[in-house]
């Protein structure tokens, strides 16, 4: 029986297994299924992964597209996160776009409006009810992408993550480079003092790690 070969798709899971750092441009390519204006339908696509990974890179980059696509879009970003602007969403690298700063998850439904596209930044830091107006907005046929830490700094899951990634229907995990060994990294290390889930900090506070080197950090941490 004839078959037929798509050296694409075997060229493309070859760079994906030889380096998997050049699989997030791979994926990217299919996280937009309906660029323009008439789908007629919403979706939640959620990007995650520890502290400089590119998370709110990413996101930037697809609200740009749209953008460039002419759809109406408006960000948003918890009112919480003042690293570098209170306004604009900026990135580890300085990418910068405008933002919309609010203290509930509730408000972005209001302040939404008839957009095409509502991006989020630093999800994990909004109340539970993000997963509901997430849905709703999607549901109301907006593309929603959300970008989060999905593990907190003691490697568990991190606020209303978990559920967001469950509803989404498209999903992307993004690396960093672990400061110890160089390897890939999925854990965010904690290098300040402080107990609290949420303490806001940069790479004075935080360092990206491989999971050996997150365990060994935090035994060290616990033997002194």
Not at 30 to 52: A, N, Q
Not at 68 to 80: H, M, T
Not at 128 to 156: E, F, P, T
């Amino acid at each position: 029986m004839p078959f037929t070969v798509n050296f694409a798709l075997i060229w493309r899971f070859a760079v994906i297994h030889e380096n998997p750092l050049e699989s997030v441009n791979l994926q990217a390519m299919f996280i937009e299924p309906h660029l323009g204006k008439e789908s007629g339908t919403g979706w939640i696509e959620v990007i995650c992964g520890c502290m400089f990974s590119g998370k709110t890179e990413e996101l930037i980059r697809r609200l740009n597209r749209a953008i460039i696509a002419g759809q109406k879009v408006e960000i948003f970003k918890p009112a919480i996160d003042i690293r570098y602007h209170r306004q604009l969403i900026v990135s580890h690298n300085e990418t910068s776009i405008r933002s919309t700063a609010v203290q509930f998850a509730g408000d972005l439904m209001l302040l939404s409006g008839d957009c095409d596209v509502v991006g989020i930044d630093e999800a994990q830091f909004f109340d539970h009810a993000i997963v509901d107006v997430c849905n709703a907005l999607a549901n109301d046929g907006k593309r929603v992408i959300v970008a989060g830490l999905d593990m907190d700094y003691q490697g568990k899951p991190f606020g209303p993550m978990p559920n967001l990634l469950a509803v989404a229907e498209y999903v992307t995990k993004l690396h960093a480079i672990c400061a110890q060994t160089g390897e890939l990294a999925s854990f965010s290390f904690r290098l300040a003092p402080g107990e609290g889930q949420i303490v806001l900090g940069e790479h004075s506070q935080y360092e990206a790690r491989s999971r050996k080197a997150f365990i060994e950090g935090m035994a060290k941490r616990e033997n002194d």
